[in-house]
């Protein structure tokens, strides 16, 4: 065990700053584009922004610390190939230095399928978790299993973050109301009705895992139920009221 230990913890050795890059994920799918004033680039408008590291930089890091890293599918089709599960996932195992562990990715190619499972298999390992904040690390006892790998968004809003950002606010550690809890589930079931889909959009809207919303503060549920009303068809359900 001790000749796997410290290759496998340089796995965690944080990346250079030049090798992070910034994703950013509109709300809506048909949201009007426009210069982002975030991170200065065309895109529609509002979005998250997530911090990530490519699969070019993951591959050298596992290459880095074992040349003989290996991954395989954990299920092929009927042609050999890897095959993706009912929702168009890829599960694979990743093995390096004789440890294998689980990921899993999606994309709309096969190829970024790929590369998505194998930087989601890596974060298992600690590849990028230093992307994640601190409070998140300890708050999440196990990374959820489709979860972006290096993925550190911001919460979601209702408008563009200013050119020069602002402090954070202390955010309000109570946890969220019944009252927002059956707002928030009346929202999803219209607009992300699929339970583990929306605990995954909480996930990339928030910047850590959301196991159960259960654990969301008041101030987490009040801004998914803003983000969740701005994707809401124009016919959608009568709201309670979260107050």
């Not at 944080?14 to 975030?38: H, M, V, W």
């Not at 890091?61 to 929702?87: F, Y």
């Not at 290096?150 to 973050?161: D, E, L, V």
């Not at 699929?194 to 503060?217: H, I, M, N, P």
Request: with cysteine.
């Amino acid at each position: 065990m001790s000749d796997q230990t410290a290759p496998l913890a340089a796995l965690r050795k944080p990346f250079p700053r030049e090798a992070i890059g910034i994703l950013p994920k509109p709300y809506k799918a048909d949201s009007t584009k426009g210069q982002c004033n975030e991170c200065g680039g065309y895109h529609g408008l509002p979005a998250v922004h997530l911090d990530f590291v490519g699969h070019a930089a993951v591959t050298d890091r596992l290459l880095s610390v074992d040349p003989a890293w290996t991954w395989e599918p954990l299920a092929l089709d009927a042609n050999g190939l890897p095959a993706l599960d009912r929702s168009g996932n890829l599960w694979i195992r990743l093995t390096v230095c004789g440890v294998t562990r689980l990921g899993v990715g999606d994309g709309k190619s096969m190829k970024e399928i790929i590369g998505d499972a194998i930087r989601n298999a890596a974060m298992r390992f600690g590849v990028a978790l230093d992307l994640w904040t601190k409070d998140e690390l300890e708050s999440t006892p196990e990374l959820g299993s489709n979860e972006k790998p290096t993925a550190r968004a911001r919460a979601p809003k209702s408008q563009p973050a200013p050119e020069t950002p602002n402090p954070q606010p202390a955010r309000d550690k109570g946890l969220r109301t019944d009252a927002q809890s059956k707002a928030l589930w009346t929202l999803a079931g219209k607009v992300v009705p699929d339970k583990d889909e929306f605990r995954r959009w909480l996930s990339e809207g928030l910047g850590r895992v959301v196991e159960s919303t259960k654990a969301l503060t008041k101030t987490e549920c009040a801004e998914a139920i803003d983000a969740l009303t701005q994707l809401l068809p124009a016919d959608g359900p009568n709201i309670p009221d979260a107050s």
